[in-house]
Structure formats: C-alpha cells, structure tokens
Nanobody, 118 residues
Framework: QVQLVESGGGLVQPGGSLRLSCATS????????LNWVRQAPGKQRELVAS???????NYADSVKGRFTISRDNAKNTMYLQMSSLKPEDTAVYYC????????????WGQGTQVTVSS
C-alpha cells in the first residue's frame, strides 16, 4: 500500500521558517521524482519545488533562494525547508512522487496547511 504522509505545517509569522516532511512507503523512493505542490484558496495548484533521482532540483521563481527541497533515500522521506516566509506562501502543501514501475505512477499526500500571518 502506497502512503505519503506530510507533517510540519502550521502557523508562522512573516519572515519565519518551517520544515515540511513527507514520509513515504510502498514506492521505489530512490527512483522517484519528488515534488512539493501548493494550493492557495481560490488559486490553481502551483509546483513549488522538484528533486529527481540524482538530486537535481528545480524551484518556482516565487520561492527561489528561500525554499530548499531535499530527500533522504535511507528514510524514504522528502523535505521542504522554507525560510523568509511571506503571507503569499500561505497554502496547503502537498508532496507528490512520480516514476515508472510497470507503468507510470503518480502519488499524492493528503496535504498540510501552512499559514503565514502576524
């Protein structure tokens, strides 16, 4: 059974930091491309950051220099370190794993709320 479970969300003041985690099971983690996607109220989902199986990363322009995506293949866990948070970062953050195993797979976590407010 595939599971992606996010944790680490919460309320933080502008300028603060949070680290999101996504613990996975049931997937070939080391071969997966891992993504963090967010959705703010009334807006479309936005790809925030990606990391592929060899550790190459990509970021949305809106978070470059502030967010860092990482992975720990030994723990089957991915992370999103968020710093210098802004109110516009407020959203539900989802982790996503994609890859190929007898066909393409595309799995999502349940989401974790991040609220940036004073």
């Amino acid at each position: 059974q595939v599971q992606l479970v996010e944790s680490g969300g919460g309320l933080v003041q502008p300028g603060g930091s949070l680290r999101l985690s996504c613990a996975t099971s049931g997937i070939i983690f080391r071969d997966s491309t891992l993504n963090w996607v967010r959705q703010a109220p009334g807006k479309q989902r936005e790809l925030v950051a990606s990391i592929n199986s060899i550790g190459s990363t990509n970021y949305a322009d809106s978070v470059k220099g502030r967010f860092t995506i990482s992975r720990d293949n030994a723990k089957n866990t991915m992370y999103l370190q968020m710093s210098s948070l802004k109110p516009e970062d407020t959203a539900v953050y989802y982790c996503n794993a994609q890859g190929w195993a007898n066909g393409k797979y595309d799995y999502w976590g349940q989401g974790t709320q991040v609220t940036v407010s004073s």
